[in-house]
């Protein structure tokens, strides 16, 4: 079992910046491709960016291609999302997932087997 942990959702006016933080406990997730969603009131949850095992690889929905960069710290067990230029409509909640299954980056929820609770980001215009 892998146990995710978000960190660093808070409120910010556009145009700012925020950093979100994912720790993984329990079994190492460090072959493991990682990614993270978001949902938003009343949409479905929806793909933000992806990371390979060894943080070469990455994709990112086109939505935030440019101004978001997903990172990872291996020896840390620890997955970054670093959130440029923030618009409102990139208030959500957001979660980390890691795959049992995959090295490579996925966009794709089916693709994921373990879930964050999630870190609210609220972007104000």
């Known amino acids: 079992q892998v146990q995710l942990v978000e960190s660093g959702g808070g409120v910010v006016q556009a145009g700012g910046s925020l950093r979100l933080s994912c720790a993984a406990s329990?079994?190492?997730?460090?072959?493991?491709?990682m990614g993270w969603f978001r949902q938003a009131p009343g949409k479905e949850r929806e793909f933000v960016a992806s990371i390979n095992w060894s943080g070469v690889n990455t994709y990112y929905a086109d939505s935030v291609k440019g101004r978001f960069t997903i990172s990872r710290d291996n020896a840390k067990n620890t997955v970054l999302l670093q959130m440029n230029s923030l618009k409102p409509e990139d208030t959500a909640v957001y979660s980390c997932a890691a795959s049992s299954r995959l090295s490579a980056p996925s966009g794709s929820r089916r693709s994921y087997d373990y879930w964050g609770q999630g870190t609210q980001v609220t972007v104000s215009s």
């Open positions: 329990g079994r190492t997730v460090t072959s493991a491709a």
